[in-house]
Every structure is written in structure tokens, then in C-alpha cells.
């Protein structure tokens, strides 16, 4: 077996494995024209001929003399293929393989160090069945943690891309999913559809029957929910739910009575790690930031220290960041408030307002639209390290913009999906040809799409401009997506709601 990898610009390592010796080479070779490489090996291996014979004689493999740590900085620098080949060499480079270090490295590299669905799930681990029950295979190690967390986002992809799922029924209109769990809200109680629990359900009464639940949020084992004024916080326990604790949320003293976000309620929640914060709609001068797990008010935040009408238009959260977008005396502000740190660490002004925001590590992009009935609006992004720098483009008002961990934007206007570069704007973008209207579209696994169209919802592929699967070929009014979880509201069935899991 022979495998080349390079490390750097300029240097290959290679190593040679021989089956009919039991032995193995590893040498570098400055960077060449495969010919010259050929030659460089060949000579390699006369000169090793002898050393060969030997170790043949004395059973030992060049393996044992070189330490574990230095074999497992070689493999680090093979991709998956080669991994999987290299493994089938020998039982001993098996074991060397089935090493955490080496498969965190990849782990990293694809993007699903930090999936904690990952860790737990109804199928625990579906490629134990690839170990077989004869005693060569018992006497293998089982996978390292790492290696087996890789293969179980393998099989999960490998769902989605084969458009392999199962059909479940909430059996009652979806008003909010997160977290593997269905939920519908009414006058007097809130239904639940557990997803990991074979679709068991639920029914809590509310806290405030006198009042309608405004929204809903589920976030790991807290169900969260808003009536009014009131925040009513409830922790899983076993099949049931306890109340944590149900608070009044204090009004603001702030003299303005302005509401010009988009939801109807009372109070915007968004949630950090630590935090409940909240925006009071009528009074939005102030952000409210009360401890999650024991809803207590640990502070108040000025949105601006001017003492003038506020108008806030949006509030987004990524990763323990406050993004705002407001106006204060007919000037339009974009400011984001650092939870950890504690201060607000970037404002800066925009021509015109924004009525939404979206945000990654690197960028931020403001949907602009002058005229409220108009259906196109313009997007302006801006690099977070530099506002003067702005880039334009043109989108559906109504539909989702994505930016993906590696600085692209993702929007539509209609019936295209357009891919553009935002590190290197100037480069020609690619898009996605849909037979449909764009209706809704939420990013899957790291490179998949899901769109949902007027007439059926599909998968494709947006690093290859590949679709890749057609799951229903039904309209559908809503959806939720993550890695492992499609759900939706079809438009002839206002009971029942439907959730495609890929487990």
C-alpha cells in the first residue's frame, strides 16, 4: 500500500506499507513532478531492501519503533477515504487510527464539534451494527468517542442525501418546534408532540387563563412561555412539566409609547446561554436581561443615552450578542450589545431603516425597505470589523436570508436561489433553478437546503448546485428545519401537523 499526503507546500510524507513483509517506510520528498517522485521512491526503496529483509526475519514492523504520537500527526493529515483504507491495512493501524485526536481534528474541520444532538438520540449509535459478531471482530476496540460522533453525523447526512425518514402526525396544528419537540398553544393549555419520547404527548394547563400565550419557546429541558406581561418558566420532569418560576416583567419608565415591531405582543424574548432578554414593545427605551434558570432581573440596559423617542425595528441574537436596529430622532442605528463583556461594542449609522437583521461571525446584513407593500427589498451587509465597507444586493422581503459559517450569503428572489462569496465579492455567484416559487427555505447539516416551493419541498445541495432529494409534493403554509427534523402544516389538514425525522 502506498499513500501520499501533503502537509505543506512543499513537502510530501510518504508512507509505504507492505503486506507480504509486515513492514512499513515513512520519508519526506521536497515537492516534484510525479515522475521525479517515482524515482525518488524508487531509489528509496533500494536502499531499504536490506532493512526490509531484516525486520522480516525478526518479525518486528517499523510501526512499533515510531511513537504513537507521531503515527497519529501522520493519519491527521488523511481525509476520510483514506482513513477508512488505511484502516483495513491491519489490526495494529486500526488501533492507531481509532484515535480521538485524529478524528476531533476532522470532526472540527466538518463542523460538528458542538452538535450536542449528536450525543444523545433515539438510535444511540446505528453503525454498531457494522461490527461483526466473529471473533477477529469482538477482539477490536469499540469506536473512540470522536470517531463514533463522526459516524453518527455520516449516517445522519447520509439520511437526508438518501431521503431516508419516518412520518409522524402531531395530530394538531404546529405553532412552534425546537429541540425534538411539537408544540400548539390555545385559550387554555399548551400541547406538546415529543419526538424522542415515540411522539408522546402532552397537555399543560397555562398559568393565566384569562390571557392568550403570546409565544412560546423551548430551550433543552425549560418550556418558556409569555402571557401578557407574565414570563412563566417550567422544567422537565420525567413525562411532565414543574413550574420554575412565573414572573411579572417591570414596566419600563420610559414616557414613549411606540410599537413598531413586527409582533403584536407585548414582550420580544430572545434567549443567550444565560439570559432571558426582553424587549418591552411599548416602552423599547431599555433591554431587560433576567437569569434564565432563576428569572430574576440582574439588569437594565439603555438602548441609546440620548433621552429621545426610540423606534426599534429588530432584535437579534448570535451566540451571546444583542443586535438592534433602531431609529432615534429620524437617524437609523445598528448597535449590538455584548452579554460577557457588558457594554455595547459596536454602533454605527445606515442611510435608511432596516426591518430586519441578520448575523454571523463575520457579517451583518439589514434588510432596507422603504415602501411597506413593496415585495422586494435591498440587502446591505457589512463586515463587522469595517461598517464603511457595504455590499448590495436585491431579494424577496418575505423570504429568509442565511449567511453560512463560511461567509457566504444565501437569498432568493422568487423563483432563484442566489449563492454569493462575500470575502471575495467580485466573484461570480452561482444559484439554485427551482420549478416553483420560493415560499421558505432553512439551511440543513452544513451544505444542504431545504426550500420549500408552492408545490413540494426539496433538498438540494448549494455548494454543488445539486438538488439532491423531493420529500413532499404537497403545498405547505409553514415549516421548522434542523439536522435531524422536518416540521410542517400542509394546507388541506388544519388539525394535524406532520414531522419527517431523520433520526
Known sequence: MFVNIQPS??????????????????????????????????????????????????????????????????????????????????????????????????????????????????????????????????????????????????????????????????????????????????????????????????????????????????????????????????????????????????????????????????????????????????HPCKLFFYNIFSGFLEKEVDVTPEKACIRCHFIKIFEEKVYLTYTVNNNHFISCYDTVEGAWTLTFEIDTQACELTVSRNFICAKISTEPNMKNCELQVWPIQNQEEMYTYFADKHLPIILTSDDKIIFSDDVTVHIQELVQPSKVDYSLKLNGKVVDMMPVMNNLIVINTSMSLQLWDWKKAEQMQTFFRDKVVSMWVDDKTVVLNKFDEQFNGYVLAFW
Open 9 to 282: 507546500s512543499i513537502q510530501y510524507i510518504h508512507i509505504l506499507y507492505f503486506h507480504h513483509m509486515d513492514c512499513c517506510f515513512i520519508f519526506t520528498t521536497v515537492l516534484h513532478e510525479p515522475c521525479i517522485q517515482l524515482c525518488l521512491i524508487v531509489n528509496f526503496l533500494k536502499k531499504k531492501h536490506l532493512q526490509a529483509s531484516l525486520l522480516k526475519k525478526k518479525k518486528v514492523s517499523l510501526m512499533d519503533c515510531i511513537p504513537v504520537e507521531i503515527l497519529e500527526q501522520i493519519f491527521s493529515y488523511l481525509g476520510l477515504t483514506d482513513l477508512g483504507n488505511c484502516s483495513k491495512v491491519s489490526t495494529e493501524w486500526r488501533e492507531i487510527i481509532n484515535s480521538n485526536s485524529i478524528w476531533s481534528r476532522l470532526s472540527a474541520v466538518v463542523g460538528i464539534h458542538n452538535k450536542e444532538y449528536l450525543k444523545k438520540s433515539l438510535v444511540y449509535n446505528p453503525l454498531r451494527a457494522f461490527r461483526g459478531v466473529d471473533d477477529f471482530s469482538q477482539r477490536l476496540s469499540p469506536d473512540c468517542h470522536w470517531r463514533s460522533h463522526f459516524k453518527k453525523y455520516k449516517y445522519l447526512e447520509e439520511n437526508w442525501r438518501f431521503g431516508t425518514f419516518t412520518v409522524l402526525h402531531t395530530g394538531f396544528k404546529v405553532t412552534y418546534y425546537k429541540d425534538r419537540m411539537v408544540a400548539n398553544t390555545n385559550s387554555s393549555n399548551i400541547e406538546l408532540f415529543d419526538i424522542d419520547n415515540k411522539g408522546k404527548k402532552m397537555r399543560i394547563p397555562v398559568a393565566h387563563s384569562e390571557f392568550r400565550v403570546d409565544s412560546i419557546f423551548i430551550l433543552k429541558e425549560f418550556l418558556i412561555y409569555v402571557q401578557k406581561c407574565y414570563i412563566i418558566c417550567m422544567r422537565k420532569n420525567g413525562n411532565t412539566y414543574e413550574c420554575v418560576y412565573n414572573i411579572k416583567v417591570k414596566n419600563s419608565k420610559c414616557n414613549h409609547k411606540i410599537n413598531t415591531l413586527q409582533d403584536s405582543s407585548r414582550l420580544t424574548l430572545k434567549f443567550t446561554s444565560r439570559y432571558i432578554v426582553i424587549l418591552d414593545n411599548k
